[in-house]
Each structure stands twice: as structure tokens, then as C-alpha cells.
């Protein structure tokens, strides 16, 4: 069997010392205790550690080899506790996320910023996803964890708040609305609208055209062509206005601004992880809080 490592950790100070009150004082125990440990280590190891004598310790040629091999052995076990108390803390592997598109200008780069310089030994990776497969994707554990737009319906998986954001409608810098700091829902109404294809993201999509159901005449919606279309020509020419949240400030393009819509409800960003969470979950809901609380993301 081999000997405990607080014998050992004992020795090491002793054949440093090489006298057992000073040994026994840096340690912070009683001589004979020491004395009993250093016994019991010899017997356990079936060999004579010391040479004894009234004024003096002397190592033997085992205990010369045991004192200079035993720091680097006793530092590799320091770090496999430290590894096994990483994992634990959910500090250690790998972790998936998987993003709604819109999310990752801004939000997305943020939290994964964070969990990386707040765990060293996490691997991070982040893909984009269509945002009705991101719920049932985290619930069969093709990844982690998830960030969302808007609430998605979706079994298996728990859902936390992560940010709040204001809507408005992204629009031409020359466009006249843009000489406005907010714009009346009635005013952008009278402009076409061009909506997220509802089949990316059906949550989204019928919140921001609820935004309009009231108005008449009814506002002219539309689809772009391309889900993501980074030219956005339309906009940009002065044609079309985007409804959109305040990310849009950080992700717009040249030629492009944001405005805030008097009096729309905000929309929100969640964090989405599995029903039963293994540490690592926990670690990276914790990271999410903080992060969330630090830059303002949600109200107090």
C-alpha cells in the first residue's frame, strides 16, 4: 500500500530540516507526532527513511532518493486534484453552443469571451443554427447549450433570461425617419416592412409583426429573398425599413442606423440548457448571470 501523502508531504520538510523540532515546528504539530508519522512511513515502505541520533537526522541512500523524487510526484497528484476539482466545478472539457444568427454580433461573442478567460481549461466552440432546431438540439445532446431569440417552445430543456432589448427598425442613415431619436410605430407602418422569414424563426417573426396588427391602413410586409442578406440593398436605398432589436446599433452596415420604436415591448435573448444539468451547465449559466448583471443586459 502506498504511504499517505501527508506522511509524505512531512518527510519532505524533514529532509529539508534534518532535525525534527524545527520540522515539527514549521509543519505545525507535536515532535512525537512526527516522529510516530516518520515511523510509520518507513514501515509502510519497508525501509529505513533516517539515521537517527540525539542532535541530528541524517537521510539514508532511500531516503535521498525518496527526497528528490517525491516533490515532482507529489505535484503531478497536486494537479490531477486540481483537474478532477475542475471538472467538477464545471471548469474542464468541451462545450457546444449553438447561436441564433442575430445573436451573434454582439451577444454571443460576449459569453463566450467570458467563459474562456474565466476557465482556462474549457474549449469553446460556437455555430450558428436555425433557431427552432437550437431547443431540441440541446434537449438530445447534440450540443450544450443554446442561445435564442425570442422564448423557444421546446421540451427537455430549461430556459433563463438572458438579455433584454429594445426594437426599432434598422433604416437608411438618409432616410427621413432616421432624423428622429425614436420613431412612432404608426410613422415606420407607412414604410415597407421587411420581416425575418417566419419559418427561421416563428417566435420572432410574430412578435415583430404584432407590433403593426393594430395599425391602419395595414403596413406592407415582406421577406427577403436571402435569409441573411448582408448587402441589404433595400434598406439601404431608402425603400424598406427593418424592424430589429438594439443589436442592430453594433451590426449595422454603412450606410445603415438604427432607431428605437416609441413604446414596443423589448425583445429577449435566452440562454437555453439542458433539464438535467451536469456542472458544466451550471458553470456556464453562472458565467451567463454575471456577464448579464455586469453589462446592464437585463433591468435590476
Same mark, same amino acid.
Given at each position: 500500500m502506498a504511504p499517505d501523502t501527508v506522511s509524505l508531504r512531512y518527510f519532505l520538510v524533514l529532509a529539508q530540516e534534518l532535525n525534527f523540532t524545527r520540522a515539527a515546528a514549521r509543519i505545525g504539530i507535536a515532535q512525537p507526532a512526527l516522529s510516530a508519522r516518520m515511523r510509520r512511513l518507513e514501515?509502510? =515502505?519497508?525501509?529505513? @527513511?533516517l539515521v537517527r541520533n540525539t542532535r541530528s537526522v541524517v537521510l539514508t541512500t532511500a531516503g /535521498?532518493? *525518496?527526497?528528490e523524487s517525491a516533490p515532482p510526484a507529489l505535484a503531478a497528484l497536486d494537479r490531477a486534484?486540481?483537474?478532477?476539482?475542475?471538472? !467538477?466545478?464545471?471548469?474542464?472539457?468541451? @462545450?457546444?453552443?449553438?447561436?441564433? @444568427?442575430?445573436?451573434?454580433a454582439e451577444t454571443v461573442p460576449a =459569453?463566450?469571451?467570458? =467563459?474562456? +478567460?474565466?476557465?482556462?481549461? =474549457?474549449?469553446?466552440?460556437?455555430? $450558428?443554427?436555425?433557431?427552432?432546431?437550437?431547443? $431540441?438540439?440541446?434537449?438530445d445532446g447534440r450540443i450544450d447549450a443554446g442561445i435564442t431569440r425570442g422564448e423557444q417552445p421546446g421540451s427537455g430543456v430549461r430556459r433563463y433570461l438572458l438579455r433584454r432589448q429594445r426594437v426599432g427598425v434598422q433604416l437608411a442613415q438618409h432616410h427621413p425617419l432616421a432624423e428622429h431619436p425614436e420613431i412612432e410605430i404608426a410613422? %415606420? /407602418? %407607412?414604410? $415597407? *416592412? +421587411?420581416?425575418?422569414?417566419? !419559418? !427561421?424563426? $416563428?417566435?420572432?417573426?410574430?412578435? *415583430?409583426? /404584432? @407590433?403593426?396588427r393594430d395599425i391602419r391602413p395595414h403596413p406592407r410586409f415582406h421577406t427577403p429573398a436571402v435569409s441573411f442578406d448582408m448587402s441589404q440593398r433595400d434598406l439601404r436605398d431608402g425603400v424598406t425599413l427593418a424592424p430589429a432589436g438594439e443589436a442592430a446599433v453594433t451590426a449595422s452596415p454603412a450606410g445603415l442606423t438604427w432607431r428605437p420604436l416609441r413604446g414596443a415591448p423589448s425583445l429577449t435573448i435566452h440562454l437555453v440548457l439542458p433539464r438535467e444539468q451536469s456542472p458544466l451547465h451550471r458553470r456556464v449559466r453562472a458565467v451567463a448571470k454575471a456577464l448579464a448583471h455586469e453589462l446592464h443586459w437585463l433591468p435590476d
Open positions: 514501515a509502510e =515502505l519497508g525501509t529505513a @527513511l /535521498a532518493a *525518496l527526497a486534484w486540481d483537474t478532477a476539482r475542475s471538472a !467538477a466545478a464545471g471548469e474542464l472539457g468541451t @462545450l457546444r453552443i449553438g447561436y441564433s @444568427l442575430s445573436t451573434g =459569453l463566450v469571451d467570458r =467563459l474562456i +478567460r474565466a476557465n482556462s481549461g =474549457l474549449q469553446v466552440g460556437a455555430v $450558428p443554427m436555425a433557431t427552432p432546431e437550437i431547443s $431540441p438540439a440541446v434537449a410613422d %415606420a /407602418a %407607412a414604410y $415597407p *416592412l +421587411r420581416l425575418p422569414d417566419r !419559418a !427561421a424563426n $416563428p417566435v420572432i417573426h410574430d412578435q *415583430l409583426s /404584432a @407590433l403593426f
